[in-house]
């Protein structure tokens, strides 16, 4: 509410409150005409956990009334009290000592029963609840546990509070409290090994609720039994607990921990997780535990150092919601046991089990008793409870009563609306297919959701389907393109959840899209996307997020906005997320021009870490000074967050008070206590002013608004420096109007705190921030002085008016920046300075220069020596043209102007002291015109009333000039005059070089004359003892003067070095006078002493020209301070160190070389200047003993020292006989020169060596700052000259005359005045001008306009120097921000790189299907051609295989590598064919092959290579490797097998293929190996075949027709059709395939042994007829082969007799006939006509059978004969069907889809085609 409603009223008294007085303040009260809010001060409750006593709460009583409660009410809370007129305390409140501490009296049924009449005297109007950042100003920032309302309850006698232990809300309460509670409950001790029972440990709460609980009865349980009251937010975290997969990322996982952490610390939050022990919720309980250890690590530190050092924290409330059937130990949560609560142990969470354990670190838990166990972690209730957090729970935040002035009935409250006021959000990570269902829910509810992108789960599906359909609204891409990738994802995420359930699939992939539809609604969205993989992703700033979330999901509407605006502020300002004020308020173009409110700014204020925020509110035009007033100002100092630097430091160390830390601050603390302060540290009065500060806040201006905003920025400005806030200060100076002198202000501030800073850590961050500002000043100076250097000398030479009238660099030297006192620009400002109006001139007269000092001296000195008639003659002479000037009366005056000029712009500085002369303009009078017409920016203002009336002069008549004019006055020459001579004199001897060269000068005679006086014979001379005596009395009078003016106008200057200059020169003046001046007439002194006195004195003057006039040289002064430094540091250490052997050295040879030298002062004096002297006179004379005296020590025998005399020899007084004689002898020996060389080594050789060497050090360490510390001290010198008389001692008595007669004039002058103004007051105002008035506004404009123009520029100056700084600071930065960006772009290009991965797999698989699929259509368009000749196909002339490209290869799982039509020819370049290699191993193949089989030759090969790399050790015990035959490739090879009998073997490894009618060559390939002729196949090696190259086959096809049977089984005919006959043939079972059954045409393999006809005739008889007995006839021919075969015609049909394999007679009917083919050819021109048996042979085939075990380097090639029986045959009478059915022998029709292995199927279709059958 309005804190100047006069209804709003909160009486706050002490404890023991009487009812008259409580009545008289209420009374007060209610007649105030305005409402005052006081403190309400609270302390925290005591912890324990069954201790009922408390610590007696310093707090007071408040009177609040509660309205009375319903029936309604009272019936549905089984909780509630009864109705009791007793009083209900509050939470804080407890029964100590037999009274109430803060009572609270309300209602507990009506009005008239619960309310005393002497409790209201007005009747009470209205009850209202407001939020806890409304309440009254002293409390507003109060923690949340502290308040004065923090709860309305009953509190039993041994019941405990609700307070938090280490910042975590826990519960100290007996358990007593929950005797009356409606459902199961009681507290939770989570124990280990490591943490006892008998340890403290914080109590955890459980209540345990069945599913159909009603969600507003938990919330009612959770604010009565828990005390729990509605947090600023909630965050439920969403996720699975059976789905969930660790993260293997680890930083992802500390940063999602950390930002949990910050947003909790942030604000006042409820976390609810699923409460288990594992995923999630573990990882946030880790977070929490960590945090809670840290925080109370600090609170442990922090109490040790004080007790007002305690920090407080937000509370940390992790609430986990858990179904009782997924729980361990389900069976303990039934809250019977609720006195000593359930003792739980975790053990840990068996694998692949069900069953979970609570998580130790969350602080409540709401046990879910859920029958649906199907449901697992996802409830009904927790959504429900969620919806419900949105409502208020628990007490409300704060109670307020509304007095009314009229009648004292009651007047009913009306209903309160009930409105959604604490926001839930959803976070999402990973997540359980339940979770869409709770995502669904929130949704539903308009609640908004942060989802955890990159985390897996629920999380990813719904990410990647949100942000498909924001990008694309397409109805068809969500149709056609998002579902199946959908339904894809979830079958790869959750592979065992919908694997057999297609249904539920789809049902979650659609409640997916539905929630996808629900986040968009207009202009508001649900879903927040963060990235967790991106390289930008920072889960550390998860507040971000959620508060992104919170506003993504706000209706966007005009009305209320302001409303608006300033809750949206008061949010992001309390998560401190100044990102989000510029992105989401501040940078909006459809809201207005946004005005920070007050109390916004004073909460940036007041919180830490909030500046930018006060910067932002700055940068939008929010004006300090409308805020700042006293109460304000001290409310600062109050309530500011982190004061506890304030107190300790400023308070207590600086003004020496004791302060409590939560102590009010008094009443004029401003005007008498901070002013106090500020004076003491920069030595500035009345800094701070009450007054003017709050007339500027109500607009009532001292000056004006720019006046005022510039002082109360310097004044919070100061504030943030003495809270110790550097980056609010800094925030603040950014926008000051005098960057330089605000810089030096706080650093000189810094630099005084640091000095009363007892730690040192501390003092290090103060001398650092003191650096920082200088920096500040030192840079925008620098930047000033290169852009205008006029403007920057104008400005270390202004008055601060806001700063008592101190100039900057005033400021710089009282706070001991050498930096910026030895700047370039101060430097030169200070030569300036040092010269005054004058300028030395430079002649070129050769071989002659003169020093400066001599000019200045020489015309100093020479304008004293004009008279009066000189003086008529300079007037003379300056009526004189300027040609006849040098004239010869002039020329004692020549000097004058030969070497000194006058310099225009240093006369107007001295104006600026307020120094001037009538009609004193410059030193060069210009006319009117130009006068007027000269810009006069970088001139200082008007500091007296006649420079102001000029000034005010030509302002006017520069207004009235026109353009023309002006344009004329530009090319006017100006008209020069020159200055009075008397003018000149005075500026001469004004200027403070002239004040140094002729005070030395004179100080060089006083020298002089004392040094005369000192070496003046006997007594002196009396006239010349009273002249120096004078002298020096006026030198002391001087110092006195000028010591006591510093002191007065720099407070930081020290006096300590002049005082004690005064006390010397004192001390001198009175011994001088007794012991020189007075015994002239009575002597009662020696000359001796006078002498020394004077000789003392002499030296001490002397060296004061080392401090008063040699600093200042270029040349001296940095050397100075070089020997200072080298006398301070290094010769006093030398001198200790020296000390050391210098007395055990005088002592050791004292009493080496004179044993018997008697005691007494003489001896202590040689003991101590031998030493001393010996380190410049070597004495060694002694060293030998003395001729005269040595020979006595023979009389000094042995026994002389014995005991029967008592300490002989050692009288000093009366020394024995013998000892006389030797007592000053020196004696000679050998240890003397020992003694003597090792001193004279130490200090001659090795202590001066290590002298020179330390002073060497020093000069190297101080050669770079020598010289700017002779600057700063130069600063000092020419400001003391400046500020000295103008003439020095002992003609500055003349000046004190002068100022003592001027004051005197004065004073009648002022006399004179006031009784004239007494007089004659009427008449003056009469006769006042009426333009004054005018004037003063003028003047005022005119100062106001130019120093505008000034703060204009050193603001763009200021905000250069920011440029340069922040472009610096990114610069260093750059390192450790392109460190962070690489190792995000790192987990970037990883995560892309499993991506590229994933892609680049399924591009592969993609390949290979479009491989396949090419593949399959190029084998269906093989199959349907019926070009194709053999089964291979016609390309373009080339023939190209086909079944020899099939994969897998048989016998194996090896696939082929694809080779297309088009890259089978090796003409074709195939650059990525890769193909494997496979050989069949020998072992493998039967026994009787097994010889013919061809060496592995690449295995071969690769062993050599394997053998040639190791060594002959690892070679022994390995089997020798076979040699690699010569295979004569392209030939024929005999072979003769010795184990065989000697048979021979002809390998033929030619090729049966033709190309062009001419035998093919096979190539070789690089390794040798021959290439298959017909191609690529897609593997290399030898595969199943058993050569290399070519292996040779013969094959029989038998072909008859095939006959029709009737119903008898009687052939009745051939079978037709088309009109074709249809052409059967024999086909034997293969073997080897057991999977499907193969057939191929009989034959044989060629191995050399036999020849072909006779392998194919003895195959047919095995394989057809199954006789494995056969004789072996190997040399059969080709008519062999045909009588064979013809032996199965018709006519022994009925003869069934043995195969007679003999030498049948050739046949002589052979008809040879051509078969011309394309470009190979297959048949060829043997061929038999029918005989008349019907029987026929012919040559088939032979070439390159397309077999599917050719590979690259081995191929199958066939020999084809065609028998064909066309009249009958008699296969079937010497076939048996038995043998038929075990050997797999049948007849086969063929027809056009015939399947046979290989491509035999396309010979038989060829051999139909000859027969012209069907096919």
């Not at 806030?725 to 640091?754: F, G, H």
Request: proline share 4%; glycine share 4%.
């Amino acid at each position: 509410m309005d804190d100047k409603s006069p209804d709003w009223k909160e009486t706050n008294q002490t404890n023991n409150i009487q009812e008259t007085e409580l009545e008289n303040l209420e009374k007060e009260d209610l007649s105030s005409t305005a409402s005052k809010n006081e403190d309400v001060l609270s302390n925290r409750s005591s912890l324990g956990d069954q201790s009922s006593e408390h610590s007696v709460h310093d707090t007071v009583n408040s009177v609040l009334y509660m309205p009375p409660v319903g029936p309604q009410q009272s019936d549905s809370s089984p909780q509630s009290p009864g109705h009791s007129p007793r009083p209900i305390l509050t939470s804080q409140q407890s029964i100590v000592s037999g009274r109430f501490t803060r009572t609270s009296y309300i209602s507990g049924d009506t009005v008239n029963q619960s309310s005393p009449s002497r409790l209201s005297p007005a009747h009470l109007h209205a009850l209202e609840t407001e939020e806890e950042e409304d309440i009254i100003e002293n409390h507003e920032y109060a923690s949340s546990d502290t308040t004065v309302d923090d709860s309305t309850e009953y509190v039993e006698s041994a019941q405990q509070t609700v307070t938090s232990f280490g910042a975590i809300s826990t519960d100290t309460q007996d358990s007593a409290r929950y005797d009356d509670a409606p459902f199961p409950c009681g507290n939770i001790h989570f124990w280990s090994e490591a943490h006892q029972l008998e340890e403290h440990t914080p109590k955890k709460h459980y209540v345990t609720v069945s599913a159909d609980t009603p969600s507003e009865a938990v919330a009612h349980f959770m604010g009565t039994y828990w005390k729990m009251r509605s947090p600023k937010i909630v965050l439920s975290v969403i996720s699975g607990v059976k789905h969930f997969r660790p993260w293997k990322n680890a930083r992802l996982k500390e940063q999602f921990q950390k930002g949990i952490i910050k947003a909790a610390n942030t604000t006042e939050m409820w976390i609810i997780t699923d409460g288990v022990d594992t995923a999630v919720s573990k990882m946030i309980g880790e977070a929490i535990k960590e945090e809670r250890a840290r925080r109370e690590c600090k609170q442990l530190q922090l109490s040790q150092l004080a007790h007002f050092k305690v920090q407080q924290f937000q509370k940390l409330t992790v609430i986990g919601i858990v179904p009782k059937n997924v729980i361990t130990y389900s069976q303990e949560f039934q809250g019977n046991n609720k006195e000593m609560g359930i003792n739980i142990k975790n053990v840990g969470i068996l694998p692949n089990s069900d069953l979970y354990e609570l998580n130790p670190d969350h602080t409540h838990f709401i046990i879910v008793d859920e029958e649906d166990t199907e449901r697992m972690f996802f409830t009904n209730i927790r959504c429900q409870l969620e919806q419900q957090f949105q409502y208020h729970v628990g007490r409300r935040r704060r109670l307020r009563r509304l007095f009314s002035y009229g009648s004292d009935d009651q007047h009913e409250l009306p209903e309160p609306v009930i409105k959604k006021m604490v926001p839930v959000v959803g976070l999402l990570v990973q997540g359980s297919p339940r979770g869409v269902e709770h995502v669904l829910t929130y949704l539903t509810d308009r609640m908004p959701v942060v989802i955890l992108k990159g985390s897996g789960g629920v999380a990813d599906l719904l990410a990647y389907a949100f942000e498909e359909l924001v990008e694309r609204t397409d109805p068809d891409f969500e149709e056609h393109f998002l579902k199946p990738e959908l339904t894809r994802m979830i079958a790869k995420i959750y592979p065992e959840d919908f694997k057999d359930n297609d249904i539920a699939r789809t049902e979650f992939r659609n409640k997916i899209l539905q929630c996808c539809h629900l986040a968009i609604e207009d202009e508001q969205i649900f879903f927040t996307i963060v990235n967790t993989q991106g390289w930008d992703a920072n889960l550390k700033d998860l507040d971000k997020y959620l508060l992104k979330a919170l506003f993504n999901c706000e209706r966007q509407t005009k009305v209320k906005w302001r409303e608006k605006v300033f809750k949206d502020l008061q949010l992001i300002l309390d998560w401190n997320r100044p990102d989000m004020a510029l992105s989401m308020i501040f940078h909006r173009d459809d809201w207005g021009k946004v005005k920070v409110d007050k109390k916004l700014f004073e909460q940036a204020l007041l919180k830490l870490d909030r500046e930018e925020f006060v910067e932002i509110f700055l940068d939008h035009g929010f004006l300090i000074h409308k805020y700042l007033n006293h109460k304000k100002y001290k409310l600062l100092f109050e309530k500011a967050e982190d004061r506890e630097f304030f107190v300790s430091v400023c308070l207590e160390k600086v003004l020496g008070q004791i302060v409590d830390m939560d102590q009010e601050l008094d009443a004029n603390f401003l005007v008498n206590d901070l002013n106090r302060l500020i004076f003491k540290l920069l030595g500035l009065v009345d800094f701070v002013q009450p007054y003017e500060m709050s007339m500027n806040s109500v607009g009532l201006y001292v000056l004006d608004p720019a006046v005022a905003e510039r002082k109360a920025l310097n004044w919070l400005t100061v504030w943030a420096v003495l809270m110790n806030r550097r980056k609010l200060a800094k925030v603040l100076w950014n926008r000051c109007d005098e960057p330089i002198a605000l810089a030096l202000i706080c650093s000189y501030l810094y630099k005084e705190l640091a000095r009363n800073c007892t730690e040192l850590y501390l003092r290090t961050e103060m001398e650092r921030n003191a650096k920082h500002f200088g920096d500040k000043a030192l840079g925008v100076l620098d930047i000033g002085y290169m852009d205008s250097s006029e403007q920057t000398y104008s400005m270390l030479s202004t008055p601060l008016k806001d700063f008592n009238n101190k100039t900057c660099i005033e400021i710089a030297h009282d706070a001991g920046y050498i930096g910026f006192i030895a700047h370039p620009c101060c430097q030169k400002w200070l030569t300036r300075k040092l010269f005054g109006a004058i300028q030395v001139k430079e002649l070129d007269l050769g071989f002659i220069s003169l020093p400066n000092w001599f000019k200045v001296s020489d015309v100093a000195f020479s304008v004293n020596k004009f008279n009066k008639d000189d003086q008529v003659k300079v007037l003379v002479a300056d009526l004189i043209p300027k040609n006849y000037m040098f004239v010869p009366f002039l020329d004692h005056r020549f000097m004058f102007y030969i070497w000194i000029g006058f310099v225009p712009k240093a006369i107007r500085w001295k104006k600026k002291r307020g120094i001037t002369f009538k009609g004193d303009t410059d030193s060069k009078i210009l006319d009117d015109a130009e006068s007027e017409s000269e810009d006069e920016d970088d001139e200082n203002l008007p500091t007296s009333k006649s420079l102001l009336q000029n000034e005010l002069e030509t302002f006017k008549k520069r207004k009235k000039l026109t353009v023309k004019r002006r344009i004329q006055h530009a090319f006017q020459k100006q008209v020069e005059k020159d200055l009075p001579l008397w003018k000149k004199i005075y500026l001469l001897w004004s200027a403070p070089i002239t004040t140094f060269w002729v005070t030395q000068t004179m100080y060089f005679a006083f020298l002089g004359l004392f040094c005369v006086a000192v070496l003046w014979p006997t007594c002196g001379n009396f006239y010349l003892d009273l002249t120096l005596w004078l002298w020096t009395s006026i030198i002391l009078i001087d110092l006195v003067q000028r010591t006591y003016r510093k002191h007065v106008q720099h407070k930081a200057v020290p006096l300590l070095k002049p005082c004690c200059e005064i006390f010397l020169i004192m001390v001198f003046l009175v011994l001088y006078l007794v012991l020189r001046i007075i015994p002239h007439w009575f002597n009662y002194t020696d000359i001796i002493t006078s002498k020394v006195v004077m000789s003392v004195a002499l030296i001490f003057f002397f060296y004061r020209l080392l401090g008063i006039y040699l600093p200042i040289s270029t040349t001296l002064g940095p050397m100075l301070v070089r020997m200072n430094r080298m006398i301070k540091y290094d010769f006093v250490d030398f001198i200790r160190m020296f000390l050391v052997f210098m007395i055990s050295g005088g002592v050791t040879i004292q009493a080496i070389l004179y044993p018997n030298y008697p005691l007494g002062v003489d001896l202590i004096k040689r003991v101590l200047t031998r030493p001393l002297f010996a380190m410049f006179l070597t004495q060694i004379a002694d060293l030998d003993g003395d001729a005269s005296c040595s020979h006595h020590y023979k009389n000094v025998t042995e026994g002389f020292c014995t005991a029967d005399v008592n300490f002989r020899g050692s009288h000093y007084a009366n020394p024995e006989a013998l000892i006389v004689p030797i007592q000053k002898c020196p004696y000679s020996s050998l240890f003397g020169y020992l003694i003597t060389i090792q001193y004279l080594l130490i200090c001659k050789l090795v202590l001066v060596t290590l002298l020179f060497a330390m002073f060497a050090l020093t000069i190297t360490k101080v050669d770079n700052e020598a010289s700017e510390i002779w600057k700063f001290q130069r600063y000092a010198l020419i400001v003391d000259f400046e500020e000295r008389l103008n003439l020095p001692p002992p003609l500055v008595i003349i000046s004190y005359i002068c100022i003592l007669v001027r004051k005197i004039y004065n004073k009648l002058m002022g006399c004179k005045r006031n009784c004239r103004n007494i007089c004659c007051c009427r008449k003056k105002a009469k006769y006042t001008p009426a333009g004054n008035a005018a004037d003063e506004e003028m003047s005022h404009k005119v100062q106001k306009n130019r120093r505008s123009e000034d703060y204009n520029y050193w603001k763009k100056c200021s905000i250069e120097f920011l440029r340069s700084q922040e472009f610096k600071e990114k610069k260093e930065k750059m390192a450790a921000l392109h460190a962070e960006i690489i190792t995000n772009l790192q987990e970037d290009m990883r995560l892309q790189k499993k991506n590229m991965k994933r892609i680049s797999d399924r591009i592969v698989e993609l390949e290979r299907s479009l491989g396949t699929s090419r593949m399959y259509l190029e084998n269906i368009y093989h199959k349907l051609d019926k070009q194709d000749v053999h089964g291979m196909a016609n390309r373009k002339g080339q023939i190209i295989h086909i079944a020899a490209r099939q994969s897998p290869y048989p016998g194996t799982s090896i696939a082929r590598f694809p080779v297309f039509d088009k890259y089978v020819p090796w003409e074709t370049s195939y650059d990525v064919y890769d193909p494997k290699i496979y050989t069949l191993a020998t072992e493998k193949f039967s026994d009787e092959e097994r010889m013919y089989v061809d060496l592995d030759i690449i295995l071969v090969r690769k062993q050599k290579e394997e053998y040639a790399k190791m060594t002959e050790e690892e070679l022994v015990g390995l089997p020798p490797l076979p040699s690699i035959p010569n295979m004569k490739w392209n030939s024929i090879l005999t072979v003769v097998h010795h184990t065989n009998g000697g048979r021979k073997q002809i390998i033929d490894r030619r090729s049966w293929i033709s190309k062009d009618d001419q035998p093919c060559r096979y190539q070789l390939d690089p390794n040798g190996l021959p290439l298959n002729p017909m191609g690529r196949t897609g593997i290399t090696g030898k595969g199943n075949l058993w050569r290399w190259g070519p292996n040779h086959v013969i094959k029989a096809v038998c072909t008859r027709w095939r006959q029709k049977y009737n119903q008898e089984n009687q052939p009745s005919g051939y079978l037709y059709v088309e009109g074709k006959r249809v052409l059967e043939f024999i086909a034997t079972q293969r073997d080897g395939d057991n999977l499907e059954t193969v057939y191929e045409l009989p034959g044989g393999v060629l191995h050399g042994l036999s020849s072909p006809y006779s392998v194919v005739c003895e195959s047919f008889l095995k394989s057809v007829f199954d006789e494995n007995e056969v004789e072996s006839k190997p040399t059969l021919d080709q008519g062999d082969m045909i009588q064979f075969f013809a032996q199965f015609a018709t006519l022994n049909v009925n003869v069934k007799t043995s195969f007679s394999m003999g030498n049948p007679e050739l046949s002589t009917s052979q008809l040879f006939s051509g078969v011309h083919g394309s470009r190979t050819s297959s048949r060829t021109s043997l061929r038999t006509e029918a005989d008349s048996q019907g029987f026929s042979a012919s040559l088939l085939y032979k070439g390159y059978l397309d077999d599917p075990r050719n590979t690259d380097n081995a191929w199958m090639e066939a020999e084809v004969w065609n028998f064909h029986y066309d009249l009958g045959d008699n296969f079937e009478l010497r076939m048996s069907e038995a043998h038929s059915r075990e050997n797999g022998t049948t007849w086969k029709e063929v027809l056009p889809n015939v399947k046979l292995f290989g491509n035999e199927g396309a010979i038989i279709q060829e051999a139909a085609k000859i027969q012209d059958a069907y096919c």
